[in-house]
Nanobody
Framework: QSQLVESGGGLVQPGGSLRLSCAAD????????IGWFRQGPGKEREGVSC????????HYADSVKGRFTISRDNSKNTVYLQMNSLKPEDTAVYYC????????????????????WGKGTLVTVSS
């Protein structure tokens, strides 16, 4: 059974850093474009960042641009989200999601485009 598993969440102080991982099991990982999404308390789920199956194309929401970096290691079937300069408003459950991509540099950054979802990992930014 194919699944995506997020890890790396936790409690961090404002200004701190965390690195989230999204491990894909049971997929042909090289075919997958990946997106990170988050849902804060009382908020709707929103897109954070996405990466093409090659890893060469990326996209970030304006709210995280310059602070978050998405990357992937296809040899480990894993996508990472490095989060720096964290703010209380980054507090959310973070989800990774996947879409099969036929185009090397295509980005899938919208919920409706995604085919598989992980269960999420909680990030809390608080002093």
């Amino acid at each position: 059974q194919s699944q995506l598993v997020e890890s790396g969440g936790g409690l961090v102080q404002p200004g701190g850093s965390l690195r989230l991982s999204c491990a894909a099991d049971g997929f042909t990982f090289d075919y997958l474009a990946i997106g990170w999404f988050r849902q804060g308390p009382g908020k709707e789920r929103e897109g954070v960042s996405c990466i093409s199956k090659s890893g060469a194309s990326t996209h970030y929401a304006d709210s995280v641009k310059g602070r978050f970096t998405i990357s992937r290691d296809n040899s480990k079937n894993t996508v990472y989200l490095q989060m720096n300069s964290l703010k209380p408003e980054d507090t959310a459950v973070y989800y990774c999601a996947a879409a099969r991509s036929f185009l090397r540099e295509a980005l899938y950054c919208h919920e409706g485009d995604m085919e598989s979802w992980g269960k999420g990992t909680l990030v809390t930014v608080s002093s």
